[in-house]
């Protein structure tokens, strides 16, 4: 949870905080147990890779895809730059690159946004761990390079497993409602601070 809060405070992430460290010896474990062939039998099934990894950021640090479509959602029928915005932010957060969104919103230190940028990557890691724990998925074991899409990363390391796809979409969706209450009174303030 410290990288949103770094993202919230316009602070720069730590680098301990934000490279993927491949050499973990339970990441080592899992994929030497996948080489093996005993995928279903995974000896860290749960570690930083099946669940933060693979389901706490898509868009980048925060969820910030799920702001991206939480705002194109609730914005259909606004013209405005707030939509606007998100439009053309919409295919650089498929990619992770949250930096529009962050520096456009503008994110940094807006008090709509601290409870989901802390909560919404909470709640992916949760659902992320309870699939994996009840076997509804096979977790993620392959590492990948750090700028691939991280929406797709928990069915590309899983070794193509569908069922880690839509799990994916439905954090993404559980996400997407964690940020639509904040986002909606914020057009609000935004609306009203345009009026006035």
Same mark, same amino acid.
């Given at each position: ?13 730590? !680098?301990?905080?934000? $490279?993927?460290?491949? !050499?973990?010896?339970? @990441? ?8 093996? %062939? %005993?995928?279903? %039998? ?13 389901? @706490?950021?898509?868009?980048?640090? @925060? ?23 998100? =439009?053309?932010?919409?295919?650089? !957060?498929?990619? #992770? ?6 520096? /456009?919103?503008?994110?940094?230190? #807006?008090?709509? $946004? ?16 309870? $699939? ?20 797709? /990363?928990?069915?590309?390391?899983? #070794?193509? &497993?569908? =069922? @880690? ?19 909606? %009174?914020?057009?609000?303030?935004? &609306? ?5």
């Amino acid at each position: 949870p410290l990288r949103p809060v770094f993202l919230w405070t316009g602070l720069p992430v730590p !680098s301990s905080l934000s $490279f993927r460290d491949y !050499s973990l010896p339970s @990441a080592i474990s899992n994929l030497n147990a996948s080489l093996d %062939h %005993h995928v279903d %039998h995974l000896p860290f099934p749960l570690n930083i890779n099946s669940l933060y990894y693979s389901f @706490a950021l898509f868009g980048g640090t @925060a969820m910030t895809l799920a702001i991206v479509i939480a705002i194109l959602f609730l914005g259909r029928k606004r013209n405005d730059n707030i939509v606007h915005l998100a =439009r053309i932010s919409l295919l650089p !957060s498929f990619m #992770n690159s949250n930096q529009i969104m962050a520096f /456009g919103i503008p994110l940094f230190l #807006n008090p709509y $946004f601290i409870l989901p940028t802390i909560f919404s990557p909470l709640a992916s890691v949760i659902l992320g761990a309870c $699939f994996i724990k009840l076997k509804w998925i096979t977790p993620a074991v392959f590492q990948l390079p750090a700028y691939t899409p991280n929406f797709l /990363g928990a069915f590309i390391s899983s #070794n193509g &497993d569908w =069922r @880690a796809l839509l799990a994916s979409v439905l954090i993404l969706l559980v996400s997407v409602l964690i940020y639509l209450p904040f986002i909606s %009174h914020w057009l609000k303030e935004v &609306d009203h601070a345009k009026n006035n």
